[in-house]
């Protein structure tokens, strides 16, 4: 697979999936522009976010994963990135160009979390060819 052949159905698939974690108050996958392709908000959540606000994170998120990349060949590629904030935790999974970013409670284990993620993204801790 390919950036070309991304399926976004296919990840809309594994956002309602990442979202039947209780912890779990969002998840979608944004293009490079930041635009949301698939996923959202857990239903019946409230955003502590304006849609604007929403919109300014999603921005910042996409912008910080396509800054992170210029580093890969010394470091290594990403496979997540999480911030603790004291009212949620932001998390992102680089795909392709893309990015699949959550918002989630902020007690929970980032690293047990990110694992599991992962896991339903079929991402493990290695990369399928990029």
């Given at each position: 697979?390919n950036q070309e052949n991304l399926d ?33 908000y857990k239903p019946g959540t409230c ?84």
């Amino acid at each position: 697979m390919n950036q070309e052949n991304l399926d976004v159905n296919e990840y809309a698939d594994k956002c309602s999936k990442i979202l039947e974690n209780p912890e779990i108050l969002f998840a979608g996958l944004l293009d490079g522009m930041d635009s949301l392709l698939a996923g959202g908000y857990k239903p019946g959540t409230c955003s502590r976010l304006t849609d604007e606000q929403h919109q300014n994170i999603c921005s910042e998120l996409a912008s910080r994963v396509t800054k992170r990349k210029k580093f890969n060949s010394e470091l290594g590629r990403v496979k997540y990135s999480a911030s603790r904030r004291e009212r949620v935790v932001i998390m992102s999974f680089p795909i392709y160009n893309n990015v699949v970013m959550i918002l989630a409670e902020s007690h929970i284990n980032i690293d047990r979390l990110a694992f599991r993620i992962l896991s339903k993204l079929n991402r493990q801790w290695g990369y399928i060819e990029e």
